[in-house]
């Protein structure tokens, strides 16, 4: 276990958070990260003339405006980076503010830590362990299916990554090593071929050029807006 980020909503109490994290990180010996969440959408809804704001204390309204919002915002962030300096210290750990939509932001963060921790309800924490980055390769039986398959198997091996195979064609003519595996007939579409491999972000992906360029010019689009690092082998 090397790094581990807390990720917080802007409306969230930080320091119980960042104490709990910190403690769990100086157990496990984990470098702490924090990332604190902006929605988007609040902004959004701030810029909007009509609304308002209650007062969770007095119970009174006022006007939500995007200076008003920033402001807070500004505190808030101000508030949670010091909590998590004064428990990981100067020059230690990483805290960073991200503005956008949550999942996405969520998704691109995880990507490069081991534990990743969500505040749950009366300040305890939530935990998820992330999956290892794979190494997929999507091919055929052809000359370059197999030189495809050779170059995801070595670079798995060299990078300590599992293995995921999805082939189309024939499958006893392609031996493959030991691995998760998906057969589809040959002709099969690369968007079907895609949604059994593993896309995600910090993935890589292997795709045989038999395979990436039968159809033209929508494959190429295909590969091109995936998250993970794509190779197209010939």
Request: hydrophobic share 45%; with cysteine.
């Amino acid at each position: 276990m090397r790094r581990l980020l807390l990720a917080l909503d802007a409306q969230d109490r930080p320091q119980p958070q960042i104490e709990a994290a910190a403690l769990l990180a100086a157990a496990l010996g984990a470098r702490l990260e924090v990332l604190l969440l902006e929605d988007e959408k609040l902004h959004a809804a701030a810029a909007l003339p009509i609304m308002q704001e209650i007062s969770s204390a007095s119970a009174r309204t006022r006007e939500l405006s995007t200076v008003a919002l920033e402001q807070a915002l500004r505190a808030i962030s101000k508030t949670a980076e010091s909590g998590f300096r004064a428990v990981a210290g100067d020059g230690e750990g990483r805290f960073r503010v991200r503005r956008g939509p949550r999942d996405v932001a969520l998704e691109e963060a995880a990507a490069e830590v081991d534990l990743l921790l969500l505040p749950g309800r009366r300040g305890v924490l939530r935990f998820r362990v992330l999956p290892a980055p794979g190494v997929c390769a999507i091919c055929s039986d052809s000359p370059a299916g197999r030189r495809t398959l050779e170059l995801a198997t070595r670079l798995a091996r060299q990078t300590d990554r599992p293995l995921t195979l999805v082939h189309t064609g024939s499958p006893a003519l392609l031996d493959a090593p030991s691995g998760r595996r998906q057969d589809f007939p040959a002709g099969t579409a690369l968007e079907q071929l895609l949604s059994a491999a593993d896309t995600g972000q910090g993935n890589i992906l292997l795709v045989s050029r038999d395979v990436a360029t039968a159809g033209g010019k929508g494959p190429a689009e295909q590969l091109a807006s995936l998250r993970c690092e794509v190779l197209v082998v010939g």
